[in-house]
């Protein structure tokens, strides 16, 4: 609730009116533009942008992270967006290190809907016992016990 309050009140400032809002695919390339062949600095995109300095290196690590899954090696996407290799690969790397946080909350998820299955299925065969067991025993009432084989347990499936 807080980060969104934050943001209205920046959006009523004409400097960070766009701020939080969705980038455009027009917004987007004139900011590519901006960077890779008119070489300006955060700064002043940012003003022109009506958004934050981090709003606009948020985007362009973006672009960057794009172009290197669209195999541009690291090399090439530091001179294109003005930047060094090293920083450059610190983007790459942030990026990564998301992804496999994701991945790992995803294997987490599915695990746990696999614990939660498997917990149904586990109180499912219970039930079954029982009604198994209570079907026995009214069979045994109505057929006299002494027609039972004489290892009938009291666990239906301890033959199979």
Same mark, same amino acid.
């Given at each position: 609730?807080?980060?969104?309050?934050?943001?209205?009140?920046?959006?009523?400032?004409?400097? !960070?009116? @766009?701020?939080?809002?969705?980038? !455009?695919?027009?917004?987007?390339? /004139?900011?590519?533009?901006?960077?890779?062949?008119? =070489?300006?600095? #955060?700064?002043?995109?940012?003003?022109?942008?009506?958004?934050?300095?981090?709003?606009?290196?948020?985007?362009?690590?973006?672009?960057?992270? !794009?172009?290197?899954? +669209?195999?541009?090696?690291?090399?090439?996407?530091?001179?294109?967006? =003005?930047?060094?290799?090293?920083?450059?690969?610190?983007?790459? /790397?942030?990026?990564?290190?998301?992804?496999?946080?994701?991945? /790992?909350?995803?294997?987490? /998820? +599915?695990?746990?809907?696999?614990?939660?299955?498997?917990?149904? #299925?586990?109180?499912?065969?219970?039930?079954?016992?029982? !009604?198994?067991?209570?079907?026995?025993?009214?069979?045994?009432?109505?057929?006299?016990? @002494?027609?039972?084989?004489?290892?009938?347990?009291?666990?239906?499936?301890?033959?199979?």
């Amino acid at each position: 609730m807080y980060k969104y309050k934050c943001m209205e009140n920046l959006r009523q400032n004409e400097i !960070t009116k @766009n701020v939080g809002l969705r980038w !455009t695919k027009n917004e987007e390339n /004139q900011l590519l533009e901006e960077l890779t062949v008119q =070489k300006l600095d #955060l700064t002043t995109i940012s003003r022109i942008h009506g958004r934050t300095i981090r709003g606009i290196s948020e985007r362009r690590n973006l672009l960057i992270h !794009t172009d290197f899954k +669209n195999n541009i090696d690291i090399e090439e996407l530091a001179n294109k967006y =003005k930047i060094s290799d090293l920083e450059c690969f610190v983007i790459l /790397q942030k990026f990564q290190e998301k992804e496999v946080k994701k991945l /790992q909350e995803k294997k987490v /998820q +599915n695990n746990d809907l696999y614990s939660e299955r498997l917990n149904k #299925l586990e109180i499912e065969v219970q039930n079954i016992n029982k !009604t198994l067991i209570e079907i026995r025993d009214l069979l045994a009432k109505q057929n006299n016990s @002494n027609m039972l084989p004489n290892n009938f347990s009291n666990n239906p499936f301890d033959e199979l």
